[in-house]
């Protein structure tokens, strides 16, 4: 397993069938909690055991991406330790597509919030936070700012 956690949006391989995923949802629950919640024990579940799955392991929401002609009509609920994330970030300094996305999403609201609304902005800053994105945060209310004074003069 990679030091970088797993996001949404991230591609990983299911590591018992060796084919790419799709992360759409982190359920925000461990294998214990999802199990009970989903009447279903993923720790029961034949590929996940085979990778020491435990009930502390976060749950993630996964589509396969087979084939430009699949199309994915259901999620599949996988503990991470049977998924392994696909670093393409390398290519890009080592920061996780998830990352750039979000920063991207909140340099968009946080120019919209300073031209619309000063509250606006504190509330945007204090939700990023509370979701575990403040660096990021940091970072686009920077760009958002730097927009706005500079704007089209660059």
Not at 1 to 21: H, Y
Not at 90 to 97: E, I, K, S
Not at 118 to 123: E, I, K, P, R
């Amino acid at each position: 397993m990679s030091e970088q956690s797993i996001k949404l949006g991230d591609v990983c391989l299911d590591l018992a069938q060796g084919r790419p995923v799709h992360v759409v949802t982190d359920t925000g629950q461990t294998v214990a909690e999802w199990s009970e919640a989903n009447n279903y024990n993923l720790l029961d579940n034949y590929g996940n055991s085979r990778f020491d799955a435990t009930n502390d392991d976060r749950v993630f929401d996964v589509v396969y991406c087979s084939s430009l002609k699949s199309r994915p009509s259901k999620t599949y609920a996988y503990p991470e330790s049977r998924l392994g994330r696909i670093e393409s970030e390398a290519a890009d300094a080592g920061r996780q597509v998830a990352d750039r996305v979000v920063v991207t999403v909140l340099e968009e609201l946080f120019e919209r919030a300073a031209t619309d609304d000063d509250g606006a902005v504190t509330v945007l800053k204090r939700y990023a936070t509370d979701v575990g994105y403040e660096d990021e945060a940091a970072e686009a209310r920077e760009l958002a700012e730097v927009d706005r004074i500079i704007g089209d003069e660059i």
